[in-house]
């Protein structure tokens, strides 16, 4: 495996294989064999398909021809994902990406007037542009989640039958105290998830209104032409900001994981509840 394959993950080999060309030759090596009724032309394609493989996957060209392929079709997926979770938020959350949006537009037009020796800083505040307006979709789409999370769960109603089940353990038979006792242990933790998410959506959305805060003083800026290193400087600190806080978001959303949540839901399942007790 050639240094590139490691550093991208890519096997170089498989994709010159499935080129769409090579399959094109293979297929006609096939059909002509098959109406000439000899091996001949499927011996040829053999040898020519080694000598291909065997030279075509190490081609710097070809390597970054497939790394450019992959690259365009990991974007498309993300902006995929992006349009699905915008159109997942609710209406408040659109207009507020929506006021944000207008506001990076800002800053692009003002800085557009830059000379051509500031290019290079307009550019990469582009690209952080971009990766900020793409956190900050990711960011509300979380806060979404754990608001509706948050909505449909009840945690006094927890505590309640948390503190009853513990009350109950003494009188009750061996096997059933068992039980509940795994049943008092989920329901702390869901308790802990609960308080989590809760943090959590505050984290979320301070993080938002600081994107916010930042972006309205770098459009204030960009009206009088601050020094675009400057400016690229608050972004890389935002960016950075972003990146922790997003890295906390899939923390918590983890928690959704734990493997307590797999347990049987006593709660779902009344029926279940009162053998349980009886």
């Avoid at 933790?189 to 938002?208: F, L, P, S, T």
Wanted: glycine share 2%.
């Amino acid at each position: 495996m050639s240094r590139d394959d490691k550093d991208e993950g890519l096997n170089y080999l498989k994709e010159a294989f499935h080129w769409q060309y090579n399959k094109i030759a293979l297929a006609g090596a096939v059909a002509f064999a098959a109406v000439s009724l000899s091996a001949l032309p499927l011996l040829l394609a053999a040898g020519l398909e080694l000598m291909y493989l065997s030279t075509v996957p190490h081609n710097r060209r070809f390597q970054r021809l497939v790394r450019s392929r992959k690259f365009e079709q990991e974007k498309l997926e993300r902006e995929r994902s992006l349009s699905a979770m915008f159109y997942e938020l609710p209406a408040e959350m659109r207009v507020r990406y929506g006021k944000l949006d207008a506001i990076c537009n800002a800053i692009r037009q003002n800085y557009s007037r830059l000379t051509s020796t500031s290019q290079m800083f307009v550019d990469q505040m582009e690209s952080k542009l971009q990766g900020l307006s793409q956190s900050y979709i990711r960011l509300l789409n979380s806060a979404f989640h754990h608001q509706d999370y948050l909505r449909v769960t009840n945690p006094d109603q927890i505590k309640k039958e948390c503190a009853q089940l513990e009350k109950d353990l003494p009188s009750e038979a061996p096997k059933v105290q068992e039980i509940n006792r795994k049943r008092v242990e989920i329901l702390h933790k869901r308790m802990e998830k609960y308080d989590k998410v809760r943090e959590n959506c505050q984290v979320i959305d301070a993080q938002c209104a600081a994107i916010e805060d930042v972006l309205q003083l770098i459009r204030d800026q960009s009206v009088t032409m601050h020094d675009p290193q400057q400016i690229s400087d608050h972004l890389d600190s935002l960016v950075k900001d972003v990146e922790q806080t997003e890295e906390t978001v899939r923390e918590v959303e983890s928690i959704f994981d734990i493997s307590p949540l797999a347990a049987p839901d006593f709660e779902s399942d009344p029926a279940q509840r009162n053998r349980v007790r009886s």
